[in-house]
T-cell receptor, first 113, second 115 residues
Framework: GNSVTQMEGPVTLSEEAFLTINCTYT??????LFWYVQYPGEGLQLLLK?????DKGSNKGFEATYRKETTSFHLEKGSVQVSDSAVYFC????????????FGKGTMLLVSP | DAGVIQSPRHEVTEMGQEVTLRCKPI?????LFWYRQTMMRGLELLIY????????DSGMPEDRFSAKMPNASFSTLKIQPSEPRDSAVYFC?????????????FGSGTRLTVV
């Protein structure tokens, strides 16, 4: 079956530091890949996505590249802000008729001033 | 668009009571999902519907849980009787059928506490 593995958190960084959150997946075929963000007390919001190999998703300074050869979709940001503190979820959706999202367990990011 | 609307935002109930959580998906979205989030287990898919029909309820923990979608704009998740281990945040999400590359839109969740 499908699965997503994320690095465990919390990830603690100072403002303006470089961020990487690792995500690897197991799936049949060619899934679509997503990063969601959850701010405290809120639901999950789509941050970025990539639908085929070598695609790069980007939004709000965050980037992730769909690497089929390493089955990875690592999230990066060059300079984090305090407002980026949240829980980040990697997810995949396969291409079957009734595809559902499979989520990783989430990685908490804490950014201090 | 108001997004996916869930109610109530918070629910505190006593063990043994019936609890009903409500969700209004985005208009035009034909998939609806119910998730449960806990610290221990993360996000778990409980059940999902397509065009108001339940497709997969294998994630529903036990017979105490039931979900309905009587029309395209409303769904409920019911727990009867509730137990302390049901305490969690319950999320509803919706998606359009062609949205494989668009992901889901989540509601803000219902935080359930069973005492």
């Amino acid at each position: 079956g499908n699965s997503v593995t994320q690095m465990e958190g919390p990830v603690t960084l100072s403002e303006e530091a470089f961020l990487t959150i690792n995500c690897t997946y197991t799936a049949t075929g060619y899934p679509s890949l997503f990063w969601y963000v959850q701010y405290p007390g809120e639901g999950l919001q789509l941050l970025l996505k990539a639908t085929k190999a070598d695609d790069k998703g980007s939004n709000k300074g965050f980037e992730a590249t769909y690497r089929k050869e390493t089955t990875s979709f690592h999230l990066e940001k060059g300079s984090v802000q305090v407002s980026d503190s949240a829980v980040y979820f990697c997810a995949l959706s396969d291409r079957s008729g009734y595809s559902t999202l499979t989520f990783g367990k989430g990685t908490m990011l804490l950014v201090s001033p | 668009d108001a997004g996916v609307i869930q109610s109530p935002r918070h629910e505190v109930t006593e063990m043994g009571q019936e609890v009903t959580l409500r969700c209004k998906p985005i208009s035009g979205h034909d998939y609806l999902f119910w998730y449960r989030q806990t610290m221990m287990r993360g996000l778990e898919l409980l059940i999902y519907f397509n065009n108001n029909v339940p497709i997969d309820d294998s994630g529903m923990p036990e017979d105490r849980f039931s979900a309905k979608m009587p029309n395209a704009s409303f769904s409920t998740l019911k727990i009867q009787p509730s137990e302390p281990r049901d305490s969690a945040v319950y999320f509803c999400a919706s998606r359009s059928g062609g949205g494989l590359s668009y992901g889901y839109t989540f509601g803000s969740g219902t935080r359930l506490t069973v005492v």
